[in-house]
Structures are given as structure tokens and as C-alpha cells.
């Protein structure tokens, strides 16, 4: 919406031509689904770089290890895991060494996990905001995805790292990681949509997060393989997106094969769907937040 | 007016809200959220919802250029229309139409973040009120220059003097481009030199062809720059049109010696919020607790102020400022001149100054308040604009200074012809 009027006023000043006869803003009671407007937050995008960039900035002020967090949680949960999963229990892997096994796992899980955890509670925390000013209220879950990708990219070194240690190659099907973390991604989208929006009426959701998390990791062939799950099973493991992302990861950097198959075509559709109703509950909450905050 | 004229169109706007709950109502959404607590209806017996109307019917249209005062009381509906002017929140029913590009300043300094420096927050605040990271780098030495805190660019702003964060907020809220200003009694901000300066940056708004919609207490700043003033009444219009008689009105109607509801300092202090060693906690005329006077012509007045002291005063400056119904200053009190300051210990304390020989014009008259440090100019606690007496003509016909024609003083005058 910003940039056409932007245009007209710089006309307007040159030329000392008429603002435009037709409202730039309309401003309506709305009923039902509320447009999209992609547009105008493709206008907002440095807006919502600039909140990225402010979080990060912020989160490592005062701290002793700075953005070596960002590798530390991930490398902690792979080493817990290993020890308990991989040394006492004894959990099959694949072939692949325990710890590699579980990281490559817990990469895309990490991206997955801490974009819901954020944008669930974004809008609450960014509450001074959303009563001062205007902009599309899309932006600010968004943008604790852009940190969370940031996250991902520098935890993702280690993942290299541990693969030149076991001395494994990347599988030829690297090309997917993309496509994958776009999944994971977009499922995170749809549900820290659902949790936002949710979150502003109802501060139960914040509550009810870290359980949500906890139990979709373990619901999640991370830990385990997936061919550990008896075959009835398949179908239902299936039907969680992460489920397919995280096969995904070790079919296409570690070569392992994906026990599902097909079954993870449906895993995407899921994705969809929920980043689909995700968005559309979004919008139509969107009006009421400043109300309720 | 032609079409190409009219930069806000305001139709029939409503805005309600659901007390309690805070929320807005009425939908398919609403139906979800009541299954949802349904099962706890069994316990709490939820009284059906009572709603409150913050806006009706509220109608004007600004042409371009034009600067539109909003006055009222508080919990009138300004900031509820401003809001939903500048799309925070949605109107209930009615329409807005906005012809160009807006800028809504709610509040200065929103989103800066206290652990990020100076420039940081310049380039956040700048993103967020809507400027493009080119545009801001443009204007960035300006900003800086505006704020005065060149020096201080690269410190944190959580170490900054309240002063100098409120001076670098404003600096970067004054410098957004837009055809229309929608803004919220962050007019006035930091010490007396850099008020004039935003209020210098506010004119400048208005006489740049700018339209302009502004809340403020301020009266005289209203007179100033309004062209036209809209004076809001529980949510709806009471009055629109020339500012003069839209101030006269909204001042009459709120300071009226009837009014049992006596106004409370509240809502008049501008003082800084936190930390004060000394707060005004009355104002008044003649007896404390009569409320706003009637005083007769040219009798002594006498007023009084009561201070709630927290840490002792050390020779501490009081200004009384009386103001007429236009917003002129017409007598300005520094205790300071008459070689007398407050050392006050802890504790409740009243100040009483008697004025003589003072001949005002019959009318309404407002008292600006202050406590300043007596060495700097630095307020400790400020009241704008408090109502505090009425100057009743006594049966003189003189009916016609009641009429804003500039009458202040009113001397004792003697005519004669003489053949």
C-alpha cells in the first residue's frame, strides 16, 4: 500500500499536482475472511528485517558466549540424547553413528521448535507495539522466523563438522535440504500463526507451548528411526509434517532410506493445510488484537 | 470542496467495546470462543455482556492542508478515534477514507529498545513508523541535529537522561513524510527549549500544507494551529467548527461552577511520572474545597496549592501561570522573584499567594502550576490548564468582554462629555 502512494506524493510535490481522487486508505468494519494483502507486507519486508535484526541484536547484549548459544542448545540436546538413546539404550540408528543420526534430526527439529515457541508468543511480547502503530500485524511472527533460520544456518555448521568427523559424505540428494527446511518453515509458520493469534485472546497458550513442543518431539522420528515404528503405524506418522522433514534431512544428507516413502507426500499436504488455515485464522483475528492486547 | 480536495473522510464512525472483557464482539469467532469456555459455565455464571460505545456517529472531513483540533475530556474517544483513524484497531461501524500517505504518532519513541544505541533505535523507530532504511539514512544527519545527542550516538539508550531519549524519539517521529499527521499529545516533550522546538517542528507541519490531526489539552497550542477544532462528548461530536468557539464551549461545559464533578488534578498534570520529590496534589481558589470560584471583579484573589513533599526541598522555585479562556497568559507568578523559595521538609504542605490590585475581564480563568528546581529549569511536577475561578462582572454591563475581543484588564474608566 506504501509505495504507490509514495509515488503519487513525490508527483504531488513536483509537479503540485491533485492527491489521488480515490482513497489510498479505506478503513471498514469487516465481517468474514479479511483479504490477504500479501502486497502490503512484501512493502513492509524491512520492517520485518529490522525486527529480526533487533532480536538478534538484543539477545547476546550482556551475555558471556554471545551467539555460540545459538550452536550450544542443539549440540547439549545431541549430546543428552546420545548418551541416554544412543549409549544406554542402545537405540538402532540406521547405520549411522548415534550422535550424527540424532543431530541431523534435531537441526530441522530446532528450527521447527523454536519458531513456534517465538511466534507464539511475538504478539504479546511485541504488545507496545501493535496498540502504537500500524503495520501488517503478519510481520512480527514472521520475523522471529527470520531469526530462527539464522539460528539454523549457524547450528547447520556443526552438522558439517560432525559429518567430516564420521567421515560421511552428503548423499547426492543435498539439492532437497532447501525444499525441506521450506517445509519446516512453513509448518512453523502455520501452526506460531494458529498460537499468535490464539495467544492474544487466550495467555493459556503460552502455557501450553512448552508441552506442545515436547511431546511433537517425541512424537517425531528423532530420536528413533522411523523403521523402529511398526508398519500399521506408518500412516499416522505420516500425517506429521516434521515427520517428513526430518527423514528428509538424513535421506538427503546422510543417505539413509526413507522408510516412509510415499506416505510423506501426504506429510506436505498437511503442511499446507496448516499454513493455509494458519494465515486465514491469522487474518481474521488480526483485527481484534489491538483491542485485546 | 471538490473531491481532489478532501484529504480525511470520517462517515458515521462507531467504535464499541465490550466492558469486562475488553473485547469486541458479535461474531462466527466469538460463537468458537463461547464453546470453548463453555465447559466452565457450569461454574461461573458469566452476566451477559455490557457494551460501551467509545465512538457514534462521529462525521467530519478535512481538507487538504487543513489541521483538525481534537479536544475532550479524558475517556471522550480521542485516542479511540485516533486509533482507528490510524488502523490499530478496527471501527465498529462507519467509514474512513484517507487520501495519501499517513503517519500516526500515538506516542513518541514507540519500539526503541533500550539495550540498543542511539543510531540503532534511529534506523528500528524509523522502520516501524513506517520510513524505508534509504529515506532514514537520508535524513539521518538531520535527525541527529534535532535531537541533540550527537554525542551520544553510540551509547545505549538505556544509560540516556529521559530527557535525551524523549529528544531522540521525537527528533525521529518529526522527520516521517506524509501527506496526513495523525498525532497524540506528544507534542510537547523534554525541557522548555526543546518544546518550543517540537512545537516550532508542529507549525511547521501545519504551514507546510500538511493536513493534520492533533489531540492535545493545550488550548493555546490548539488556538495556534487548529483551523478547525472538534470537541468529543462521551463519543460523539459535540461541537465542530471554528476553534474559538469550540474551545469556549468544551471549556465552559467542563469547568461550569455547577459541575458537582469537580475536575481532579489528574488529568491535568504534565509533570515527569516517576520519581518525583514533590507533587502538586491541589490547586485552587479561596477555599480549598469549593471547587472553581466565583471571584468578583477586581477583588484580591487568592489561591492555593498543596504539595505532598517525598524528599526535602532545598529552595525550590513555584510558578503560578493564570491563563484566560483564549490561552493567554495574563499574570505569571515566579515565588522565586519575590525572594521566596521553598525549603520544605517531607510531609503535606499549602502554599497560598494573594494577588491584589488585579482588574480581570469577566470569563474563565486557568492556572498552569509548576515546581521547579529553582537553579535550572527543570520541573519537578507540572498542572496545564487547571480551571480555577471565574471572574463574574457583577452587574456591570459589560456583557461584551465576554466576548473573546482581547479584554484582559478591565480598569475602573470614566467617560464625560463635556460641552
Known sequence: MTEPVRAVAADAAETGSDPPATPTIRIRPHSGLAPLRLREVWEYRELLYFLAWRTIKVRYKQTLLGAAWAILQPVFAMVVFSLIFGRLVGMASDGIPYPLFVYAGLLPWQLFAQSVAESANSLVNNEHLLTKVYFPRFVIPASTILVSLLDFTVAGAVLAGLM???????AGAVWAVPLLVLQAVGTALGVGLWLAALNVRYRDIRHVVPFLIQGWLFLTPIVYPSSLVPRGWHLALALNPMTGVVEGFRWALLGTKPELGGALGISAIITLVVLVSGVLCFRRM?????DLL | MTMSDIAVRVAGLGKRYRLGSRSVGGTAYEAIAAAVRAPLRCFSRTPPPEYIWALKNVTFELRRGEVLGIIGRNGAGKSTLLKVLSRITEPTEGAVDLYGRVSSLLEVGTGFHPELTGRENIFLNGAILGMRRGEIAKKFDEIVAFSEVERFLDTP???????????????VAAHLESEIVIADEVLAVGDAAFQKKCLGKVGEVAKAGRTAVLVSHNMGLMHALAQRCLYLRRGEVAAHGEPREVIEQYLSETINPQDANRPTLEGYRRGPSADLP????????????RGVQRVAM?????????????????????????????????????????EFSLFLPPGDHVITVRIENLVLAPGRYFADVGVNRSTRSTAYDVIVDFPVFRVDNEGHVIHWLE?????????TVTWKTTP
Open chain 1, 286 to 290: 488480526e483485527r481484534t488484537f489491538a
Open chain 2, 157 to 171: 539508550v538505556k544509560h540516556y537522561s529521559s530527557g535525551m531519549y524523549l529528544r531522540l524519539a521525537f527528533a
Open chain 2, 403 to 411: 466576548r473573546p475581543w482581547g479584554a484582559v484588564h478591565c480598569p
Open chain 2, 278 to 289: 514533590v507533587a502538586i496534589t491541589g490547586v485552587w481558589c479561596g477555599e480549598q474545597s
Open chain 2, 298 to 338: 477586581g477583588a484580591p484573589i487568592a489561591m492555593g496549592v498543596a504539595l505532598r513533599v517525598l524528599k526535602e526541598l532545598h529552595g525550590a522555585n513555584l510558578t503560578i501561570t493564570l491563563k484566560n479562556a483564549q490561552g493567554e497568559r495574563v499574570v505569571v507568578l515566579f515565588s522565586w522573584d519575590r
Open chain 1, 164 to 170: 567430516g568427523y564420521y567421515g560421511i559424505a552428503p
